[in-house]
Every structure is written in structure tokens, then in C-alpha cells.
């Protein structure tokens, strides 16, 4: 993927992703019942994935966040070092960390809104961000099993 259309997808996920928590932190305070299976409620996520690695101390949450921002910019250097380009899959992982890490400076937290569960069972609360990270690190598996990323 060239230059160009690198930057530009990533900015448009990070866009859309900023947009759509902006839009939770207006409309979904209270929960939003969608269907029987997927709602929408604001809740600020302080770790992880999944909530894991919760920090409220703000000296450590700064650390915590720049350590991410810091592997993220290693991460953008080696996938463009190796061909002067990135993959689709490397644009859309680089992109979604940075959505989160804008919010973990911008909020102290991670907005996550989107609810999906059934019957007693929930999955954790995520969001845009998650899900261009998550597609991308499929993408780059699904590329590195079958041979074609360089």
C-alpha cells in the first residue's frame, strides 16, 4: 500500500473512530438496546483489553500510555522499513492503537460503548478501535500462514 492511501485510511479510521466515541459519550451514557444481542453503552475502560491491567493512579496511567504509544511508533518503523510501505493490515493495527492511545491523552481512559452478548453471556465492551486492531492482526496471521507477508 503506497504512502498516500496509507495515511489517508488511517486517518479516516482514526476519524471515524473519534467520531463514534463522541457520539457514545453524547447518547450512550444510559444504555441503548439495539436488539436482543448487541447494545451500545459509555463506559471508560482504564487497562487493557478487556479491562485487564486496570490503572487508576494517574502517574502510572501516563507511563502505562506512552509505553503504548511508544511500541505503536516501533511497530509503524518496522512494518515501513521492510518495503518503504505498509500492508493493509499494519495501516488498520497502527491506526486503531493510535484511536486508543488519542483517547487514553485525551480522556484518561479508553471509551469503549459497543455491548454484544446473549442469554446470560456478554463479550467484553469495545469499540472501533478494537475492531480495526483485532480485523488487522487477523489480516497479518491470515497473511504470514499463507506466505504473503514479506
Known amino acids: ?7 489517508f485510511l488511517g486517518v479516516v ?3 471515524c473512530d473519534m467520531v463514534s466515541k463522541w457520539w457514545a459519550q453524547l447518547y450512550c451514557m444510559e444504555p441503548k438496546n439495539i436488539n436482543s444481542w448487541l447494545s451500545f453503552i459509555c463506559i471508560k ?5 478487556f479491562g485487564f491491567f486496570a490503572l487508576h493512579n ?3 496511567h501516563l507511563v502505562f500510555s506512552c509505553l503504548i504509544a511508544l511500541f505503536i511508533g516501533i511497530f509503524a518503523r518496522y512494518a515501513y522499513s521492510r518495503l518503504k510501505a505498509f500492508t ?3 495501516v488498520i493495527i497502527i491506526a486503531g492503537g493510535l484511536g486508543n492511545v ?9 471509551i469503549d460503548f459497543i455491548k454484544i452478548g446473549y442469554g446470560g453471556w456478554t463479550f467484553p465492551i469495545f469499540n472501533g478501535a478494537d475492531i480495526a486492531i483485532s480485523v ?3 489480516l497479518l496471521l491470515y497473511n504470514i500462514v499463507r506466505g504473503t507477508y514479506e
Open 102 to 110: 488519542c483517547d487514553r491523552f485525551a480522556y484518561g481512559a479508553v
Open 136 to 138: 488487522g492482526v487477523l
Open 13 to 15: 479510521i482514526i476519524l
Open 45 to 49: 475502560n482504564y487497562g487493557m483489553s
Open 88 to 90: 493493509f493490515s499494519e
Open 1 to 7: 500500500m503506497k504512502k498516500g492511501a496509507a495515511l
Open 58 to 60: 494517574v502517574y502510572a
